[in-house]
């Protein structure tokens, strides 16, 4: 099973047109993935190339277009090469140019690797893009912080028209991988099961992580002393900024109909009935402010480069979103003034019961 777009490393190549990205593109990926020519823009828009580098596992290369471009779309190709700043955990810098570019990667606290034509042999260059990361601040796990080795852990995993027939859904499978990997025990349920799987136990579990659609019908039902969180939660820890986003939850009551909100989903599947960011958290919303709110909606990689005239931006856990590109959206509404949250803590908050919810 090929690793998920969020748990890659991702590597931008930057440089000059006719620098040589594409030329080292293919060499480290050993593939023509981008096409090579004299001609400059012969790259448009970024590239995206998976690979595996032995000591970093997975990560994408991104071929992106080159600086100087004098061509009529040149300043739209530059447009979406500055767009992948906000994707990128390390980057390749050719040759020279493009300080706007450079002082960006500067001030994101981004590691370059420079380099320059002719380049030296591709284990040397793959021996530096590790020496990189050696050096970079390490993301924090799903479960860092939080459950501690031996723990035992409830998962509830409602099984209702947004399930996605046998299978589970990404944030559940990541959740269990990092379980597996923390010598953490689980029990899975659903809600209409919770009750009968904790009778099972020889003890009440020490930690409930639960779907945020279902917070407070879990919450009613957990034992004293279990302390509960969700999905959406442990991924606002993990790449968001948590406590920005529990405050940005305690904005919800100076909020009024004439108030704007944006919902930004990471995934772009197609809407289910009770779809939880089109369909249950807008209902939850308008039954809190008012019928007359205004809520917009982006998905996938599509974000309002404005977000000033909202009011508040509700992220969904970005279980699909590699750390950067949360970060980035989350510097976006905090220069905008624009209060932030996710999710799971806006449910919760909803709710009435994000002070007893363990989000720290």
């Known amino acids: ?86 994707e990128i955990d390390a980057a390749i810098v050719l040759g020279e140019g493009a300080p706007e570019i450079r002082a960006a990667l500067l001030e994101k606290k981004i590691p370059v690797l420079a380099l320059s034509w002719p380049f030296e042999a591709r284990d040397t260059i793959l021996q530096r893009i590790r020496n990189l990361f050696k050096e970079k601040e390490r993301a924090p796990r799903l479960l860092e912080g939080i459950a501690s080795p031996g723990d035992h852990l409830l998962l509830i995993m409602p099984q209702d028209e947004s399930a996605p027939r046998g299978r589970l859904i990404l944030p559940q499978v990541q959740t269990l991988r990092e379980i597996l990997d923390t010598q953490l025990t689980a029990t899975v349920a659903t809600p209409e099961t919770m ?19 279902v917070f407070a019908e879990v919450f009613a039902k957990k034992p004293e002393g279990t302390k509960i969180t969700s999905f959406s939660i442990l991924f606002a820890r993990a790449k968001g900024d948590i406590e920005r986003m529990v405050v940005g939850a305690r904005t919800l009551d100076s909020l009024t109909e004439s108030s704007r909100i944006l919902i930004s989903e990471a995934c772009t599947h197609a809407p289910k009935e009770e779809d939880i960011g089109r369909v249950k958290i807008p209902r939850l919303l308008r039954k809190k402010i008012g019928e007359r709110l205004c809520i917009d909606f982006s998905r996938g990689i599509d974000f309002p480069e404005d977000v000033a005239s ?30 932030v949250t996710n999710y799971g803590i806006l449910i919760a908050a909803l709710r009435g019961i994000l002070d007893d919810v363990d989000w720290r």
Not at 13 to 23: L, Y
Not at 75 to 80: A, G, W
């Open 195 to 213: 009750e009968a799987a904790i009778e099972r136990m020889a003890d009440p579990p020490d930690w409930i992580v639960t779907d945020s659609q």
């Open 310 to 339: 909202y009011d508040l931006i509700v992220m969904c856990g970005s279980c699909m979103f590699q750390r950067p590109v949360v970060q980035a959206r989350i510097e976006a509404a905090v220069r905008a003034g624009v209060p």
């Open 1 to 86: 099973m090929e690793t998920q777009k969020g748990l890659r490393l991702h590597i931008g190549i930057f440089g000059a047109t006719n620098s040589g990205k594409s030329t080292l593109m293919n060499l480290l990926t050993g593939q023509k993935t981008s096409m090579v020519s004299d001609l400059p823009g012969t790259t448009t828009d970024p590239v995206y190339k998976n690979m595996e580098i032995d000591g970093l596992g997975p990560v994408t290369l991104i071929d992106t277009a080159g600086f100087s471009d004098a061509t009529a779309l040149g300043n739209e190709r530059m447009r979406r090469t500055v767009k992948v700043l906000d």
